[in-house]
């Protein structure tokens, strides 16, 4: 089992090296669809044995599994598996060879960046590993390489490594108040137990500069800036790990902090995340209603669905814990497909603007039921995931008394769904514009995907195995206290 | 009298307390003390053009030019004592008396401050440094005049650039001025000296070394180097400094010229002794430990020569609005090193 | 012996804050960068001057490590991976000005302080002044990534930034677990390669490395 795990890491590593021979651009695509299908099916057996609530170590105090971790893993292994079928089919036709390879090896090394932080338990070495998820994406999305992709991948490195400075900072200061603790275990457990013992005021400025710092990656209002234009101007498959699952990774680093903090009441976390939270899901709806292009539009859904996250962790009871998790594993399947949906509109019309792309249902069926299907999964509409996860999280506030919250949250929720089912919905079925373009056909590989992709995403509305609702309660277990 | 300035803010006056070595006031002392101050006076007269034809030597040596001798500003100033002087007739008693002020002011100055001894002489305590720097400003203040009094075109063109270049300035001196003495406890210079003195541990401080660099850099404003001004310019539209000297002849000049130079190394001493290397001054009054602290005195200035030199032949002189950057900026390290230093503790 | 390190590093650290306070000022991107391999020197001679009594071989690490990442390696991967003529440049247009800038330095310089002196209140660290200084050298980093518009300062804004985080780290973690040093060889080139990267894919569709003009991407709001 545990060289399982360690397979897992190594499998992206073994991939991107293979690509750094020459010549194996035809193989590069293959090789990287085989060892993400691979790491998937390891991913699964890892979490069918942490499920019942045991822990894998793998190097004792640095590298672990529990369940939580378990379950961001196979989060990350399905969409990296789905984002490289993807890839062989929409990438490539229009790029060089050697660019093609220089892409794949990149994803791989992503990949592998995005895998590990789950694994380590040792707050330095995540700060690490977060930073290298940046800076080993910023190339990825300024793939296009149009003016306007280098400028939203300037953007992006550029805001996200202020956060992650000020993140250090803030990780610096907590190992002081660690050390002041007279404790030098700087794991998620080891911060836990040393909790009561730590200086408040150096847990204060740690935890808004950490929140600060992380809260850049996440995409928190107000420091989003880059995600609607990183998340827009990548490679749809790109888009895909980003939204799915790279904010989603670096908001468990979050949730996994919480618990620390609490410990120390006058840093008001539950305040802190509330308000940021609510703050992101506002301003993400508003933007969503102002949108002119597709992908910034599910770009924003995106930050929503960090703040719903967020806003559920604040409530800090189990059923609040349970639906935050839950809200993960449905918006990372959610999200990945919504992006391989928008994707494939936009190969199919060429253009990212809502206004010109209308009456999709005459050109495209395909892409069209996958862009419907996507937003009204990702809004919250039954029977889907979403919509579940989102009921949980209303039931846990108010059962915990936060009516205000809640009101809020569901206002927004419903602006949300509104936005944007009425853009998709005008993509979709409005009148078809006259055009003499030729109707471009949709890649095989990403049909296929989007038939993967659509599994969980209807099945996870109705049916849970069993195993993933164990591995989720344990989870939200492990992530409550 | 001096002012003394604790940490509390209070301003109270000190009585002038007699010197180490010396535990009354006497007559011998009296003496001895006008002595000692006769030779500060000497020094800084004697020195002050060497310093300048120094100067110009290693700038000219710099540019792989052969330069005029070392002591060529003696051989200046004896020609121009021997010369005729011509006043114009529409000036005022302002052109007259301002040569005079000019040469007087550095000499008063020099009473003030610790050129050779690191003890307080007779007239230590009739100023502080901010007597210091006030009469510094006199002195720029009766250049203006006069530029303006002779009706020269391009005297108020100068006159009007030094004024700005002297106010823009004048903050920093005064936050190096009140950082040095929340130091020190004191704003009369020899105490500032000894407290860098003894102990040791005094001297290293984050705002210290802040403090030189500022000071440094108002050095080169308020003596017109580069990067404020050129001062081997001849051209009369660019000058700043240098307009002061256009009007003036004969022993009128040769004072100004002397005041000018004395004003640098009277300011160079201020840096050297009091803010950056407190040591290698005399505790005694003694002839051979004073030639010995004339001797230190004059390589610590040839040090602060070899500074300027680099600077001067590093940059290049700044255009008119960009002086503001470069003052702006001592004056931040100034206001810096103030904050270092109340809040660094 | 003690004392006299404390003292030196005092010196130092006031160097450390005009260098950050110079990045901003400069016109130059090549001053700029000079400046950056001054700080990054000072930030290794204040973890040497840390570490002396009592030794410590974490802190002599990172500043050896130090001194070959940030004042060695990164100024050779920009100088390459940048076109030459992009260093000659002086910047003209700033979003602020520089009198403005400087007052927003201070300003920072006090919030630094401001943070600092409750900290040290709270806790036990080797030197009190770095741990302000350093979050003063953040702030101060973030200020010269909003004024400027070029790239290479940007870049440098970054890198002084956590040159700001690693002078208040020494002071208080100087056993911290190996990840100081692992961060700072490993994964600063890096950023610095990808960075140049960028910025030469920027100069080579745009002809100038004004990332700061790059205003396509915009919302109504």
């Known amino acids: ?481 | 009298m001096g002012l003394a300035i604790g940490r509390s803010g209070m301003i109270a006056p000190t009585t002038a307390t007699p010197p180490v070595g010396a535990c009354y006031v006497s007559r011998s002392y009296m003496i001895e003390s006008a002595a000692l101050n006769l030779c500060q006076l000497a020094f800084v007269l004697g020195v002050s053009p060497l310093l300048a034809g120094i100067l110009q030597k290693s700038k000219e040596l710099v540019q792989s030019k052969r330069g005029p001798g070392i002591l060529q500003p003696y051989r200046d100033l004896r020609k121009l004592f021997a010369k005729d002087e011509a006043v114009s007739e529409q000036s005022s008693w302002i052109l007259v008396v301002t040569p005079y002020v000019i040469f007087v002011v550095p000499l008063i100055v020099t009473l003030l401050i610790p050129v050779l001894t690191d003890f307080p002489l007779f007239f230590a305590f009739v100023g502080d440094m901010l007597a210091v720097g006030f009469i510094l400003a006199m002195s720029g203040f009766f250049f203006s005049l006069a530029a303006i009094d002779a009706g020269n075109p391009y005297g108020p063109m100068g006159a009007s650039r030094t004024r700005m270049v002297g106010f823009l300035v004048e903050p920093v001196i005064i936050i190096v001025l009140f950082t040095v003495s929340f130091v020190a406890d004191s704003t009369i210079p020899y105490i500032v000296q000894q407290h860098w003195l003894r102990p040791p541990a005094n001297f290293f401080s984050a705002s210290h070394i802040l403090l030189i660099i500022a000071f440094f850099m108002v050095i080169l404003a308020e003596t017109g180097r580069i990067p404020v001004d050129n001062s081997s310019g001849h051209f009369e539209l660019a000058m700043i400094d240098e307009s002061k000297a256009l009007e003036f002849s004969g022993s009128s000049l040769a004072l100004v010229k002397w005041g000018g130079y004395m004003k640098f190394t009277v300011l160079a001493i201020v840096l050297v002794n009091v803010l950056t290397t407190p040591w290698g001054l005399a505790s005694l009054g003694t002839i051979p430990s004073m030639l010995l602290a004339s001797a230190l005195v004059f390589a610590k200035l040839l040090t602060v020569l070899v500074l300027i030199v680099i600077v001067e032949s590093s940059f290049s002189k700044l255009r008119l609005f960009r002086i503001t950057d470069f003052v702006g900026a001592a004056f931040i390290v100034s206001v810096t090193a103030m904050v270092t230093e109340l809040l660094g503790q | 012996m003690t004392a006299w390190l404390y003292h030196l590093n005092a010196l130092v650290l006031g160097l450390f804050i005009l260098t950050a306070i110079a990045m901003v000022v400069t016109r130059q991107i090549s001053a700029c960068l000079q400046v950056f391999i001054l700080q990054s020197l000072l930030l290794a001679a204040s973890a040497f001057l840390l570490g002396g009594s009592p030794w410590s071989w974490h802190l002599f690490a990172l500043g050896c490590v130090t001194i070959a990442s940030k004042a060695i390696l990164i100024p050779w991967i920009l100088r390459s991976m940048i076109p030459a003529e992009v260093y000659v440049r002086r910047e003209l247009s700033q979003s602020v000005q520089v009198p403005a800038a400087l007052v927003a330095a201070f300003g920072l310089l006090l919030v630094g302080y401001a943070l600092g002196i409750p900290l040290n209140a709270a806790a036990h660290s080797l030197s009190p002044a770095n741990v302000s200084l350093g979050i003063a050298g953040l702030l101060i980093g973030l200020l010269l990534l909003v004024v400027r518009r070029e790239a290479v300062p940007q870049i440098l804004g970054i890198l002084g930034m956590e040159n700001g985080a690693f002078l208040a780290g020494i002071a208080i973690a100087p056993d911290f677990p190996l990840i100081a040093e692992l961060a700072i060889a490993f994964d600063v080139p890096v950023l610095a390669f990808i960075v140049a990267v960028l910025a030469r894919a920027v100069y080579q569709k745009t002809g100038s490395t004004e990332v700061g003009s790059l205003s396509a991407l915009r919302e109504l709001i």
């Open chain 1, 1 to 481: 089992m545990v060289i399982m795990a360690w397979l897992i890491l190594a499998l992206p590593v073994v991939a991107a090296l293979v690509l750094a021979a020459p010549r194996s651009e035809r193989i590069g695509a293959k090789v990287t669809i085989a060892c993400a299908v691979v790491s998937f099916a390891l991913s699964i057996a890892v979490m069918l044995s942490v499920q019942g609530g045991g822990r894998l170590v793998l190097v004792p105090h640095w590298f672990e599994i529990d369940p939580l971790s378990a379950l961001l893993l196979l989060l990350v292994t399905f969409v990296s598996s789905t984002a490289a079928i993807y890839s062989s089919g929409s990438i490539g036709k229009s790029q060089g060879t050697v660019r093609t390879r220089l892409y794949y090896a990149n994803f791989n090394l992503f990949v592998f960046s995005m895998l590990s932080i789950p694994l380590i338990i040792e707050l330095g070495l995540v700060w690490i590993a977060v930073e290298l998820t940046t800076l080993l994406s910023v190339l990825l999305v300024s793939f296009a390489g149009t003016g306007e992709a280098l400028e939203a991948a300037w953007k992006y490195m550029l805001l996200t490594l202020i956060g992650a400075t000020t993140a250090v900072l803030g990780v610096l200061i907590l190992f002081w108040a660690l050390q002041s603790a007279g404790s030098a275990d700087f794991t998620w457990s080891g911060l836990r137990d040393a909790a009561h013992g730590m200086p408040a005021i150096l847990v204060r400025i740690a935890f808004v500069l950490i929140l600060v710092g992380y809260g850049t990656k996440v995409g928190l209002v107000p420091l989003h800036a880059w995600l609607p234009d990183a998340h827009s101007q990548a490679p749809s498959p790109v888009c895909a790990l980003l939204s799915g699952v790279e904010t989603t990774v670096v908001l468990y680093v979050l949730l996994r902090l919480r618990g620390v903090f609490l410990d120390v009441p006058s840093t008001h976390v539950q305040t802190w995340f509330a308000v940021s939270g609510l703050l992101s899901v506002g301003v993400a709806v508003l933007l969503i209603l102002q949108t002119q292009d597709f992908k910034r539009m599910f770009a924003f859904s995106t930050v929503e669905h960090m703040g719903i996250v967020l806003t559920a962790a604040s409530f800090a009871t189990p059923l609040g814990d349970a639906a935050a998790v839950w809200q993960i594993l449905a918006h990372a399947v959610t999200k990945s497909f919504c992006f391989y949906a928008a994707g494939s509109t936009l190969l199919v019309t060429g253009t990212r603007s809502i206004a010109e792309v209308s009456g999709l249902i005459g050109k495209s069926k395909r892409a069209s039921a996958a862009l419907l299907l996507g937003a009204l999964a990702i809004s919250g509409a039954p029977p889907f995931a979403v919509f579940l996860s989102e009921l949980a999280i209303l039931r846990a506030g108010l059962l915990s008394g936060h009516y205000v919250v809640i009101g809020l949250l569901a206002t927004f929720i419903a602006m949300g769904f509104f936005g944007v089912l009425f853009h998709v919905v005008n993509m979709t079925c409005g009148r078809p514009k006259v055009d003499h373009l030729p109707r471009l056909p949709l890649p095989l590989a990403c049909s296929v995907t989007l038939a993967i992709a659509a599994v969980p995403v209807v099945l996870l509305g109705v049916w849970i195995p069993p195993s993933l609702l164990r591995l989720l309660l344990q989870a939200a277990a492990v992530s409550g206290g």
